[in-house]
């Protein structure tokens, strides 16, 4: 198994440019979700899907879209990219038990300039 | 407003030496995550606390959750320099929805 793939690993994208993260999974798990880290602040929970078809908000959700018309995948969309969303981006998965956490992706480091 | 505070930030110690990491939460929650991260790094699952009073060991590393007191504790035994990464807490605000700590960054010093 891969676990959580994400591409690409570096992006740089002007102010105004859009752009899609990619998140695939392949161990059938239910939940995703996207953070984002910023230094001095963790990582903040940006959009969330609990199955295929659904999709919620997280703590910073502007900015930003997901949709999830698959189990698999997870793609976050930057609708118009500005510097403040420069930052390192992470996608994880879970299965449906309290027993085990999240796993975690790569991460996608990006810079809008 | 959900808070998920971390103390210390910044954690420097020598080698040999006890300390503990403190992860307090604002929101009724009894299900609690310990991650690593090491520098340029993803995160790596540590540990699992999932009811009030749960414990959990592994080699030099021990946490614990009280979920009376909205508070879960890492506690670095005899610490060696492997053990220098970063430590967040995430809790489970429902529906496996995590909200995470902003990190303890440890270094321990030979």
């Known amino acids: 198994n891969a676990g959580v793939t994400q591409t690409p690993k570096f992006q740089v994208l002007k102010t105004g440019q859009s752009m899609t993260l990619q998140c695939a999974q392949d161990?059938?798990?239910?939940?995703m979700s996207w953070y984002r880290q910023d230094p001095g602040m963790g990582l903040r929970l940006i959009h969330y899907?609990?199955?295929?078809?659904?999709?919620d908000q997280g703590e910073v959700p502007n900015g930003y879209n997901v949709s999830r018309s698959t189990t698999e995948d997870f793609p976050l969309r930057l609708l118009s990219a500005a510097p403040s969303q420069t930052s390192v981006y992470f996608c994880?998965?879970?299965?449906?038990?309290?027993?085990?956490?999240?796993?975690f992706g790569s991460g996608t480091r990006l810079t809008v300039v | 407003e959900l808070k998920v505070e971390q103390n210390p930030l910044f954690l420097s110690m020598q080698e040999g030496k006890n300390y503990t990491i403190y992860c307090n939460y604002s929101?009724?929650?009894?299900?609690l995550y310990w991650y690593r991260q090491d520098p340029g790094k993803s995160l790596e699952s540590l540990f699992v606390?999932?009811?009030?009073?749960a414990v959990k060991q592994e080699g030099r590393l021990m946490a614990s959750l009280d979920t009376k007191a909205r508070l879960s504790t890492l506690h670095i035994t005899a610490a060696v320099h492997d053990l220098s990464a970063t430590y967040f807490c995430?809790?489970?605000?429902?529906?496996?929805?995590?909200?995470f700590g902003t990190g303890t960054r440890l270094k321990v010093l030979a």
């Open positions: 161990m059938n798990h239910e939940y």
């Open positions: 606390l999932l009811s009030n009073g």
């Open positions: 995430a809790v489970d605000v429902g529906t496996y929805k995590y909200i």
């Open positions: 994880a998965s879970k299965e449906a038990t309290a027993e085990h956490g999240y796993t």
């Open positions: 929101t009724t929650s009894d299900r």
């Open positions: 899907s609990v199955g295929a078809g659904i999709t």
